[in-house]
């Protein structure tokens, strides 16, 4: 899962910004639709979308696919390439210093080492988990299994870009409540960084759970025949890791 509120929540807090408004664009500015971040390899059906309206109101949606309740509400505006966010992310006011790619991807260096890309959805180069990480790996019940995502091939300058994932599927021999779990294998690992795990329906587009860190159970209900998609999303920094994955 990507998560855009972690990253714009750790933006500066800041006061003031130049003479321009939320709100009231004539002419919608090259920023205004709906935008993926750190799509260039593959989304997760619940990769959070952040969306910029042409009447200067910003939502942030929990759900690639758009369906449910935003997750966060506020305005925005566009002062050359900063782009505000107000009232956004328990923020009062929060400045983001773009870079236009094209009208389709801009960035922003989240700190010094890290640069964070964003494409409007639907244009991004990255193509869903499902397709990226296929085939999947069937898991049985009760049978862990073992997985390895290397170690990404990192250039400087450091960016997002670059993580990998590892899809698995499941199927209930018979209705009841089973339980997913993961766990990170690496001994004496230096990294705090890690792989998370979603499930997903078979229909690829409802999320059961999003993000379960590992070591977490996650318990679910299904029925008997019906199949889940268990996601091992690899870390955004670090190093590869290995680790185990059972469902029981």
């Not at 977490?216 to 670090?238: Q, R, W």
Request: charged residues 10%; proline residues 8%; contains cysteine.
């Amino acid at each position: 899962m990507k998560k855009v509120c972690a990253l714009l929540a750790s933006l500066p807090l800041v006061m003031a910004l130049g003479s321009c408004t939320p709100g009231g664009h004539d002419t919608p500015p090259w920023i205004v639709g709906s935008w993926i971040p750190d799509a260039f390899y593959y989304y997760l059906p619940g990769d959070d979308v952040l969306v910029l309206n042409q009447d200067g109101t910003a939502q942030m949606l929990d759900n690639y696919n758009g369906s449910g309740t935003p997750v966060d509400n506020g305005t925005w505006s566009l002062s050359d390439n900063v782009l505000t966010l107000y009232n956004f992310q328990g923020q009062s006011q929060m400045t983001i210093t773009t870079t236009k790619i094209s009208d389709a991807e801009w960035s922003f260096d989240q700190d010094p080492t890290r640069t964070l890309y964003f494409y409007r959805k639907g244009t991004q180069p990255g193509t869903s988990v499902f397709t990226y990480a296929a085939p999947s790996t069937t898991l049985s019940q009760g049978v862990p299994l073992d997985g390895v995502i290397p170690d990404p091939p990192w250039t400087a300058p450091y960016n997002l870009k670059v993580h990998q994932a590892k899809l698995y599927s499941f199927t209930a021999p018979s209705a009841g409540t089973y339980t997913a779990t993961l766990v990170d294998t690496r001994i004496n690992s230096t990294y705090t960084a890690t792989a998370e795990l979603s499930v997903c329906k078979a229909d690829q587009v409802t999320t059961l759970f999003e993000g379960s860190a590992p070591s977490t159970p996650v318990t679910m209900s299904l029925a008997g025949g019906e199949t889940v998609y268990l996601i091992v999303n690899g870390p955004y920094e670090g190093t590869g890791l290995t680790f185990n994955i059972e469902m029981q």
